[in-house]
């Protein structure tokens, strides 16, 4: 398989990253399980192959702190099926791709502590371009809690884009108010974060340096939050309203979810793609 894209040649460095970014998320959520007392949750990681070239690891959490957390690496290649190019700027029926990628969903236990997903991606086909983003999403919005870690989220992912452009923060916040809402429901997913995709500046070493930071950053803006909630007591009834607004997620990520969209769509494994679902969920 060959590409022209100047992507072609950071394509080894850039699945290496994302096994080392998964790592570090996975030890670091290992350690909040520590903190919950006896019986800590630990990473299951499952290999799976993509018919047509390339695979993945799953790696799921059952825990203390965190119900079902999952973080997904993969590298995949093959041609986009004519219906899926329809989808991708400036890409033709049968053309070449090769994507790899990272992504993070977290449904913790306690509803003091919110959910949160992270991915970061390298796409390359006759062009090349990296996409990604984090958002959070308080299972009780509204309250003063939730406010302060929605701000101490948007800070660390702020910080991030500023290295990098100025204008970023904003343009990616924006971008992700926009995808991350539920138009048949009329409201957003939750917090926001921010979200970028199709990301070419022209300079390919620039693009994956932001998106790193942006990997990065996930553990500034969201680990401090769970060690500061995960503890917190709860009631009865708030552990409805969390299941309940689980649904939010759940609806979002198979009517709208282009992650989702795909993984079906270029024969991912279907396990990987659905380990964001929650693992208990109610509709009213």
Partial sequence: MSFSAPHHALKTEVAHWFTRLRDRICAEFEAIEDLAGPNPGRFERTSWDRPGGGGGTRAVIHGQVFEKAGV??????????????????????????????????????????????????????????????????????????????????????????????????????????????????????????IFYDYLDTGNAAADFAFTRDVGEAFCAAYLPIARRRFAEPYMAEEREAQLVRRGRYVEFNLLYDRGTMFGLKTGGNIEAILMSMPPAVKWP
């Fill in 72 to 193: 997904n690496i993969s590298v995949v290649e093959g041609q986009f099926s004519p219906d899926f190019a329809a989808r991708m700027p400036g890409t033709a029926a049968g053309a070449e791709f090769w994507a790899a990628g990272i992504s993070l969903v977290a449904h913790p236990r306690s509803p003091k502590l919110p959910a949160v997903h992270m991915n970061t991606r390298m796409l390359v086909t006759a062009k090349g371009w990296f996409g990604g983003g984090g958002d959070l999403t308080p299972l009780q919005p509204g309250t003063a809690e939730a406010a302060e870690d929605a701000a101490h989220f948007h800070a660390a992912y702020k910080a991030a884009c500023d290295r990098h452009d100025p204008a970023y923060y904003e343009k990616f916040k924006q971008w992700c108010d926009e995808y991350f809402y539920l138009p048949h429901r009329n409201e957003p997913r939750g917090a926001g974060g």
